[in-house]
Structure formats: structure tokens, C-alpha cells
């Protein structure tokens, strides 16, 4: 314990601070971050996994790109250090909330991402099966979202010409 919080001091992190990895690997679940050249042991902070879970957080950071991470001013400094992780900018622990592999194990609206957490709780599970990676996942829910505003759009749009065929006839 001593050692690891000796390792945080010397990396010089701070709460709150967004950090990129330089490297970062994960194995059996247990991901482990170079920062500073120094190794460091994350775990992802407020969130309880299942089995497919660890193993689908492994995947997840092995395809990712860019892994950036932050420390929520509510963690404690133990190892390994609670993070909120972020692959290709997409919170890794809502990802996994969204796929039915993890739940929020403390509802605590300060914590930073609280409200991302317990929307995506609150959202239908999105199947895993279906979405191959972190850029897909961002893809398709955004053409979810052109498609609700498409809809929306269109019938906004009926109804406009409707009202004006109707106060055409009363004229």
C-alpha cells in the first residue's frame, strides 16, 4: 500500500485531471496503465462487473486507440486505483452499464459521471452481439439519433401542412 501510494506521488496525479495512457494492457480483468513510464494497476470506479463483464472490459481496452482515464476527487488512493476510464473518448463503465455487463454499485450524485451512469442503468440493454467495437457503438447510436430527429422532423412537418390545408378550407 505504501508502494502504491509512493507510485501516485511520484506520477504526480491529481483529481479531477484527464490523463492519456502511453500503454496500457489488460489481463483477466485487471488492467494495468503506463503513465510517466511507471505501470499502474486501474480499476473502473463505481461500477460492479459480472464474469462477461471483466472480459468484455478487456476487449474493449485492447481495441481502444486512446485510453484516457480521470480520478473522481471521491476515490480513495488504493490499488488498484478506481478511474473512470475512457476508450476512444467513450466512458468505458457506461458502455458496459449500456451492454448489461456491469450495474452502479454506489448512487452517489457527486461523484462526476453519476448521471451517465444511472441514465445508461435506466436504458434498454443494447445487445452486445451487434456492435463490434467502441467506434461502431458511437456510430450507431448516432444514426439512432438522426433517425428519432428525422421522425420527429417529418411529422412535425405533416402536421404543418395539414394546419395549413385546413385554414386554406375555412378561407
Not at 42 to 66: H, M, N, Y
Not at 94 to 117: C, D
Request: aromatic share 8%; with cysteine.
Amino acid at each position: 500500500m505504501a508502494f502504491f501510494l509512493l507510485l501516485i506521488q511520484l506520477t504526480g496525479l491529481s483529481w479531477n485531471l484527464t490523463y492519456t495512457a502511453e500503454e496500457w494492457n489488460c489481463d483477466q480483468g485487471q488492467i494495468t496503465v503506463v503513465l510517466h513510464e511507471q505501470s499502474l494497476p486501474v480499476s473502473l470506479f463505481d461500477v460492479e462487473l459480472t464474469d462477461t463483464g471483466k472480459t468484455r472490459a478487456c476487449e474493449i481496452v485492447s481495441q481502444a486507440e486512446t485510453l484516457t482515464f480521470e480520478i473522481d476527487d471521491h476515490v480513495a488512493q488504493t490499488s488498484p486505483l478506481p478511474v473512470w476510464l475512457f476508450a476512444d473518448g467513450e466512458l468505458v463503465q457506461r458502455l458496459l452499464i449500456e451492454e448489461g455487463l456491469a450495474s452502479v454499485s454506489i448512487s452517489n450524485p457527486e461523484y462526476t459521471y453519476a448521471a451517465q451512469l444511472q441514465a445508461a442503468q435506466s436504458q434498454p440493454v443494447i445487445a452486445r452481439g451487434s456492435v463490434s467495437s467502441v467506434t461502431e457503438y458511437s456510430r450507431r447510436r448516432g444514426e439512432v439519433g438522426l433517425a428519432i430527429l428525422c421522425f420527429m422532423t417529418s411529422g412535425f412537418l405533416v402536421l404543418w401542412i395539414l394546419a395549413s390545408c385546413h385554414t386554406r378550407r375555412r378561407s
